[in-house]
């Protein structure tokens, strides 16, 4: 069993930045990819990114590269996900989640992981 917990959430306005965190219970968390999701009002979950599990390799979704970055320390059991020039239209709700059997790093589907966080609340004001 894995349990996730995001942080960092909150108000900021457009152009400013963020720094999510999610750290992860159990002494594996080094063999798991990680994936950030993230769900705005009456849209579907969406893809944001994932990093390997040694933290060398990401993947974005197109929408968001350049302006976000995925890293993590696995001493510490914790992915990060960096928004930079953040925009009204980030505002949602992000999820991070662990694909404990990863076979690439380009995990877009959600149904591909099997854990996931609570989610914290990420407000961008125009």
């Known amino acids: 069993q894995v349990q996730l917990v995001e942080s960092g959430g909150g108000l900021v306005q457009a152009g400013g930045s963020l720094r999510l965190s999610c750290a992860a219970s159990?002494?594996?968390?080094?063999?798991?990819?990680m994936g950030w999701f993230r769900q705005a009002p009456g849209k579907e979950r969406e893809f944001v990114g994932a990093?390997?599990?040694?933290?060398?390799?990401?993947y974005y979704a197109d929408a968001m590269k350049g302006r976000f970055t995925i890293s993590r320390d696995n001493a510490k059991n914790t992915v990060y996900l960096e928004m930079n020039t953040l925009k009204p239209d980030d505002t949602a709700v992000y999820y991070c989640?662990?694909?404990?059997?990863?076979?690439?790093?380009?995990?877009?589907?959600?149904?591909?992981?099997?854990?996931w966080g609570q989610g914290t609340q990420v407000t961008v004001s125009s």
């Open positions: 159990g002494r594996t968390f080094s063999i798991y990819n």
């Open positions: 989640a662990a694909d404990v059997n990863p076979t690439s790093v380009e995990h877009t589907r959600g149904f591909l992981y099997d854990y």
């Open positions: 990093i390997n599990r040694s933290g060398l390799r990401t």
